[in-house]
């Protein structure tokens, strides 16, 4: 009867009883408190024995209704779920299955005694498809996490709300600790606080984590491209008129001017560009991929090489000259 409520995704409740004579009381109303709490560990094992049943009681604690989806986007961002909880196996299991995370590919199933006992070897060709450990200890979770970063090489985030959870909490690469139902001790041991304690929330600071990852890279592309340019511009202009750059198309107070807006406007524009949902198709980055990837590198140096010659041309050439309409017995920027 336990197993099917089990299955069912309930958690089982056992209602029993015994009734105790005075004498048999593991504590009397007459001695010290210390005396007392004593006493009352030594005999609750006794009074714990030869009760009557009363009843099973199966108690549901059902899903929020976006977890669901919430795991679905997580899988299309190529983020894996695994579920580590204290519940029966089967219990755990049912509700793996309702939320989406334990599947036809992913469909493995140990409790923590089961992990624990394993190899080294043996939990590594594990883990790809375990998708739930239940029965764990916070001990369990953490020798998981271990496994996931040294042996896996894998970036680890881990959820929790208890002080036991706190060394799996700071072992991780990002521990995400229960803003209402966590201990204080999560809180400290964790990177980021949750703080309606919902999954979906893990979901939105993954997407606003890969768009701050991307606005940085553009900001460094945009900056690079725009000073490699002026920079080349400078050193050409420089030495095609003895050192010299009146030839230069706008003056030094112009060019602060032109910096104070690409390093403002520009900065603020790239800085808090909002995080779009295809983000959340495309695979994790790496830990040890740079802000400035190979591609990126690319195109600044196109970006910079264009934007160069186009200045050279209207700052050195006669056409140059008609475009920007100055006089021929002017210089290009130069000063009355």
């Known amino acids: 009867h336990i197993l099917k409520l089990a299955r ?27 005396d007392r709490d004593d006493a009352y560990h030594q005999g609750i094992a006794d009074l714990e024995k030869n009760l009557t049943l009363l009843c099973i009681a199966g108690i549901q604690d059902p899903l929020r209704a976006e977890v669901p989806a919430a795991v679905r986007v997580c899988k299309q961002a190529g983020i894996r779920v695994r579920m580590v909880t204290g519940d029966n196996i089967e219990t755990a299991m049912q509700i793996a299955r309702s939320c989406g995370i334990m599947t036809d590919e992913y469909n493995v199933a140990v409790t923590g005694t089961q992990y624990r006992t394993m190899s080294d070897e043996e939990r590594v060709e594990a883990l790809p498809k375990l998708a739930v450990m239940a029965r764990s200890l ?17 970036v680890v985030a881990v959820t929790g ?57 553009s900001f460094l592309a945009f900056q690079l491209a725009i000073n490699v340019s002026a920079l080349t511009i400078t050193f050409v202009i420089a030495c095609t008129n003895d050192g010299s750059t009146s030839s230069f198309p706008i003056t030094p107070t112009q060019l602060i001017y032109v910096n104070l807006i690409m390093d403002s406007l520009g900065a603020l524009m790239l800085a808090t560009s ?12 790496s830990h040890e991929k740079p802000l400035l990837t190979k591609i990126l590198m690319k195109m600044v140096l196109a970006h910079g090489v264009w934007e160069t010659i186009v ?20 210089a290009v920027g130069s000063r009355e």
């Not at 009381?25 to 210390?34: M, N, R, T």
């Not at 909002?274 to 980055?285: D, I, S, Y």
């Open 8 to 34: 069912r995704g309930l958690r089982t409740l056992v209602v029993a009883e015994r009734r105790v004579s005075p004498e048999e009381a593991p504590c009397k109303s007459d001695v010290s408190q210390e």
């Open 138 to 154: 916070p001990t369990d979770k953490l020798l998981m996490v271990r496994d996931l970063k040294n042996r896996m090489n894998e």
């Open 274 to 285: 909002p995080p779009e949902e295809r983000m959340m198709l495309q695979e994790p980055n």
């Open 161 to 217: 709300d208890g002080t036991n959870d706190a060394p799996a909490l700071k072992e991780a690469h990002v521990g995400l600790s229960m803003g209402i139902t966590g201990t204080e001790v999560a809180k400290e041991a964790s990177k980021i606080i949750i703080l309606d304690d919902n999954f979906a929330s893990i979901v939105a600071t993954v997407k606003w984590g890969r768009s701050v990852f991307k606005n940085i890279s």
């Open 311 to 330: 200045v050279l041309v209207l700052a050195l050439t006669e056409f140059g000259k008609d475009v920007l309409l100055v006089p021929d017995s002017a």
